[in-house]
């Protein structure tokens, strides 16, 4: 069956970094729009980034700001979330998650419903 697994979050003190890390098994990661969600106590999960299949296009939410980069590597079924300049509002549950909808067009999936397939999420924790 399809597997997410989350990875690098942890303890930061704020104008830290962190890399997280998502491993997928079970599917054809290649054909499969990779995503980041998160979710802070009280909040709904929220958008965060998005790459395509390739890895030639990504999108992110307004809140990141040029912070983050997204990037994948489809030999190794990873993708990664680089987090720099982090801030105390971005303490939350990191989720993955995997779309494997056949789109046409350029938009990328950003909405939570548009994916098929999440992991168990990685806590990151931003202290000030």
């Known amino acids: 069956q399809v597997q997410l697994v989350e990875s690098g979050g942890g303890l930061v003190q704020a104008g830290g970094s962190l890399k997280l890390s998502c491993a997928a098994s079970g599917l054809t990661f290649s054909s499969a729009y990779m995503g980041w969600f998160r979710q802070a106590p009280g909040k709904e999960r929220e958008f965060v980034a998005v790459?395509?299949?390739?890895?030639?296009?990504?999108t992110f939410e307004d809140f990141v700001q040029g912070r983050f980069t997204i990037s994948r590597d489809n030999a190794k079924n990873t993708v990664h979330l680089q987090m720099k300049s982090l801030k105390t509002e971005d303490t939350a549950v990191y989720y993955c998650?995997?779309?494997?909808?056949?789109?046409?067009?350029?938009?990328?999936?950003?909405?939570?419903?548009?994916?098929?397939?999440w992991g168990q999420g990685t806590q990151v924790t931003v202290s000030s």
């Open positions: 790459i395509s299949r390739n890895g030639g296009s990504t």
């Open positions: 998650a995997a779309d494997l909808t056949v789109r046409l067009g350029a938009s990328l999936p950003t909405r939570r419903f548009q994916y098929d397939y």
